[in-house]
């Protein structure tokens, strides 16, 4: 087994694909902690509600409708958070918005229990992306090659969105200086919205993709987030590069760990998490020096 | 440094009041809730020190409270040590891992703080959950509680317990108004507000705040002993970093670096929590609004806003009548 080349490769995919569900994750939570100093507990709970929309409205119009409904629905409640809560707490402590939003972790997870019950939903993989593909002299699970070619469009979409367009370029000012992007005549708490949403349309993205290879459970927000808050730590807060270095980090230390060495596998990547920030508190490329 | 108040020392009187009535009066069922009370508020001692006199917000408690759980139950059902020398093993091992975590964590501030913090609590979880010697996710039975015959107390009756909890709960309250007012609490208070400056004046920062965090992680696995001992069974569920996130929600929800509003969070998140899962069993719905709403009001908690609001008034008065403050005046007004 240990020989085959294969069976690394297939290693190798696996990481991957858990490397991009977490990229879609962390990227939105990263950019607003980094433009906004907002912590947002409650990101995982959003990808939650992205998987029960998305459940919702496949079970009506198939997968491709709840594709396209979890992120927009999802955004949907990341407008009606910004206006009621976020922007509120833009100014306090590291503190109060971590707690509010540990409230919200509590609040949503109520909530999707009281819409939609406790019991485990399911997606169905459409006829398209079922089955297995040959790649590389192995068999793959077609799914999975679809959410690999997903993360990767999508961090190639927002590279470009954040370095080549105006928009991309008032994002970075912000980051590396909100007041000075503001003196410039950036509209940083518009840009702030803006970022907010689409963070939260990323996470309702992740909770739809993942559906179908989990269950879709009430707490399935609470176990990612722990994952999710150590990709970003790892890689730095705010940066683009930070957050698909962790997502690579996590994915291929958790896969590769639990082949190697299963008994460590899980302290492993919270000992690489500890190590880094012993080493470079702020984690391996923070958006500012 | 921290201080009592009129108003402070009337709640303090009024909660040891409640909890002797309850333990004295109440069946089975509300003995077991008191004592469950009477831990939460030893672990929220624990983390008040640190988060609220050292700005060292901490979501790692609920892991060392579980480390303490655990290290019990190894050296008394496992190793066969004698309960009371367990205890102290317990006490002490939880406190040399706190303090390694808190000499880490030292150089951190803020949200890093708060992760490396987060990072370590699960560092532990995970651990526990796949080691085999602590029982995996099946978690451990049969954990023996202090034998105090010699004293003619059976703490196998609940009654006694949760009187043992209590006594345990003051002597924690009594070491933490200790530490706060040694030169080590002083020391802590100016790292809080100003470490550059104290660092200046030759205060070695790292070490006060290592220092500090293990005498909490101390309390925090006398806790987790105690713990133990009285559900006499215990999973990895134990350090989950929920717990932590709850410990530090009964923190704010009482008030913030007031020692005393802790102890009446603690009270109420479990009578709230028994109270609504009887009624729903959405009660984390009602607890995370109500903690949103604590923490959007900007006051600081429930005891923090009396104290905001009648505190001075309450001194006021106490100092105008020279002597004898009126505990009845000022518990009506609580």
């Given at each position: 087994?240990?020989?085959?080349?294969?069976?690394?490769?297939?290693?190798?995919?696996?990481?991957?694909?858990?490397?991009?569900?977490?990229?879609?994750?962390?990227?939105?939570?990263?950019?607003?902690?980094?433009?906004?100093?907002?912590?947002?507990?409650?990101?995982?709970?959003?990808?939650?509600?992205?998987?029960?929309f998305?459940?919702?409205?496949?079970?009506?119009?198939?997968?491709?409708?709840?594709?396209?409904v979890?992120?927009?629905?999802?955004?949907?409640?990341?407008?009606?958070?910004?206006?009621?809560?976020?922007?509120?707490?833009?100014?306090?402590?590291?503190?109060?918005?971590v707690?509010?939003?540990?409230?919200?972790?509590?609040?949503?997870?109520?909530?999707?229990?009281?819409?939609?019950?406790d019991?485990?939903?399911?997606?169905?993989?459409?006829?398209?992306?079922?089955?297995?593909?040959?790649?590389?002299g192995?068999?793959?699970?077609?799914?999975?090659l679809?959410?690999?070619?997903?993360?990767?469009?999508?961090?190639?979409?927002?590279?470009?969105?954040?370095?080549?367009?105006?928009?991309?370029?008032?994002?970075?000012?912000?980051?590396?200086?909100?007041?000075?992007?503001?003196?410039?005549?950036?509209?940083?708490?518009?840009?702030?919205?803006?970022?907010?949403?689409?963070?939260?349309?990323?996470?309702?993205?992740?909770?739809?993709?993942?559906?179908?290879?989990?269950?879709v459970?009430?707490?399935?927000?609470?176990?990612?987030l722990?994952?999710?808050?150590?990709?970003?730590?790892?890689?730095?807060?705010?940066?683009?590069?930070?957050?698909?270095?962790?997502?690579?980090?996590?994915?291929?230390?958790?896969?590769?760990?639990?082949?190697?060495?299963?008994?460590?596998?899980?302290?492993?990547?919270y000992?690489l998490?500890?190590?880094?920030?012993?080493?470079?508190?702020?984690?391996?490329?923070?958006?500012?020096? | 440094?921290?201080?009592?108040?009129?108003?402070?020392?009337?709640?303090?009187?009024?909660?040891?009041?409640?909890?002797?009535?309850?333990?004295f009066?109440?069946?089975?069922?509300?003995?077991?809730?008191?004592?469950?009370?009477?831990?939460?508020?030893?672990?929220?001692?624990?983390?008040?020190?640190?988060?609220?006199?050292?700005?060292?917000?901490?979501?790692?408690?609920?892991?060392?409270?579980g480390?303490?759980?655990?290290?019990?139950?190894?050296?008394?059902?496992?190793?066969?040590?004698?309960?009371?020398?367990?205890?102290?093993?317990?006490?002490?091992?939880?406190?040399?891992?706190?303090?390694?975590?808190?000499?880490?964590?030292?150089?951190?501030h803020?949200?890093?703080?708060?992760?490396a913090?987060?990072a370590?609590?699960?560092?532990?979880?995970?651990?526990?959950?796949?080691?085999?010697?602590?029982?995996?996710?099946?978690?451990?039975?049969?954990?023996?509680?202090?034998?105090?015959?010699?004293?003619?107390?059976?703490?196998?009756?609940?009654?006694?317990?949760?009187?043992?909890?209590?006594?345990a709960l003051?002597?924690?309250y009594?070491?933490?108004?200790?530490?706060?007012?040694?030169?080590?609490?002083?020391?802590?208070?100016?790292?809080m507000?100003?470490e550059?400056?104290?660092?200046?004046?030759?205060?070695?920062?790292?070490?006060?705040?290592?220092?500090?965090?293990?005498?909490?992680?101390?309390?925090?696995?006398?806790?987790?002993?105690?713990?133990?001992?009285?559900?006499?069974?215990i999973?990895?569920?134990?350090?989950?970093?929920?717990?932590?996130?709850?410990?530090?929600?009964?923190?704010?929800?009482?008030?913030?670096?007031?020692?005393v509003?802790?102890?009446?969070?603690?009270?109420?998140?479990?009578?709230?929590k028994?109270?609504?899962?009887?009624?729903?069993?959405?009660?984390?719905l009602?607890?995370?609004?109500i903690?949103?709403?604590?923490?959007?009001?900007?006051?600081?908690?429930?005891?923090?806003?009396?104290e905001?609001?009648?505190?001075?008034?309450?001194?006021?008065?106490?100092a105008?009548?020279?002597?004898k403050?009126?505990?009845?005046?000022?518990?009506?007004?609580?």
């Amino acid at each position: 087994m240990a020989h085959d080349p294969g069976f690394w490769m297939l290693q190798a995919l696996n990481a991957l694909q858990l490397s991009m569900l977490l990229f879609l994750l962390s990227i939105g939570l990263t950019v607003i902690f980094g433009l906004m100093h907002f912590v947002n507990l409650a990101h995982g709970s959003l990808y939650a509600l992205g998987a029960y929309f998305g459940a919702s409205a496949a079970a009506v119009g198939g997968f491709w409708l709840g594709f396209f409904v979890a992120p927009v629905a999802v955004a949907g409640v990341g407008v009606l958070l910004y206006s009621g809560l976020i922007r509120r707490m833009r100014k306090s402590g590291p503190m109060a918005q971590v707690l509010v939003t540990f409230g919200l972790i509590f609040a949503l997870l109520d909530l999707t229990r009281l819409f939609w019950g406790d019991l485990a939903l399911a997606i169905q993989v459409p006829q398209i992306l079922a089955g297995r593909t040959a790649l590389l002299g192995i068999e793959y699970p077609t799914y999975r090659l679809f959410i690999i070619g997903l993360g990767l469009s999508i961090f190639a979409a927002l590279a470009f969105v954040l370095s080549r367009t105006q928009i991309g370029a008032m994002i970075r000012a912000g980051v590396d200086n909100d007041a000075m992007a503001a003196c410039l005549g950036i509209n940083v708490e518009r840009l702030f919205f803006i970022v907010f949403c689409v963070g939260c349309a990323l996470a309702g993205l992740a909770g739809v993709v993942a559906a179908p290879l989990l269950s879709v459970t009430p707490d399935m927000g609470l176990q990612i987030l722990i994952p999710t808050l150590i990709v970003i730590v790892i890689g730095g807060l705010g940066s683009l590069k930070g957050a698909v270095a962790g997502s690579l980090i996590f994915g291929f230390v958790q896969t590769f760990g639990a082949v190697l060495a299963p008994q460590l596998a899980s302290v492993l990547i919270y000992a690489l998490l500890a190590a880094v920030l012993v080493i470079k508190p702020v984690g391996l490329f923070p958006a500012k020096g | 440094m921290f201080r009592h108040n009129a108003l402070r020392y009337a709640v303090l009187v009024v909660l040891l009041a409640a909890a002797l009535f309850q333990a004295f009066t109440a069946e089975y069922f509300g003995l077991e809730i008191l004592t469950e009370i009477l831990i939460l508020a030893i672990l929220v001692l624990a983390l008040d020190i640190v988060a609220g006199f050292g700005g060292m917000v901490s979501l790692c408690h609920g892991a060392l409270m579980g480390v303490g759980a655990y290290a019990y139950a190894l050296l008394s059902a496992k190793a066969g040590i004698a309960p009371p020398l367990a205890m102290a093993g317990a006490v002490a091992l939880t406190g040399v891992t706190a303090w390694a975590i808190g000499a880490i964590c030292s150089r951190s501030h803020g949200i890093y703080f708060i992760m490396a913090t987060l990072a370590f609590g699960q560092m532990a979880y995970s651990y526990v959950f796949e080691a085999l010697v602590f029982g995996g996710d099946d978690g451990l039975g049969g954990i023996a509680r202090l034998d105090l015959g010699l004293f003619g107390i059976d703490l196998n009756d609940s009654r006694s317990f949760a009187l043992f909890c209590l006594a345990a709960l003051g002597a924690v309250y009594g070491a933490a108004v200790l530490i706060l007012r040694s030169g080590l609490g002083r020391s802590l208070s100016g790292v809080m507000h100003n470490e550059q400056r104290m660092r200046a004046l030759g205060l070695t920062v790292w070490r006060v705040k290592a220092d500090v965090f293990g005498l909490s992680g101390m309390i925090a696995g006398l806790a987790g002993a105690l713990a133990a001992q009285h559900i006499m069974y215990i999973s990895p569920g134990l350090l989950s970093w929920t717990v932590s996130g709850e410990a530090l929600v009964v923190v704010i929800l009482g008030g913030l670096g007031t020692l005393v509003g802790p102890l009446v969070g603690a009270a109420a998140f479990v009578v709230l929590k028994h109270e609504l899962s009887g009624l729903t069993s959405y009660w984390h719905l009602v607890v995370g609004v109500i903690l949103i709403a604590v923490v959007m009001s900007r006051a600081n908690g429930i005891f923090g806003w009396i104290e905001a609001r009648w505190g001075d008034r309450i001194e006021r008065r106490v100092a105008d009548a020279t002597r004898k403050p009126e505990p009845e005046e000022a518990t009506s007004d609580a």
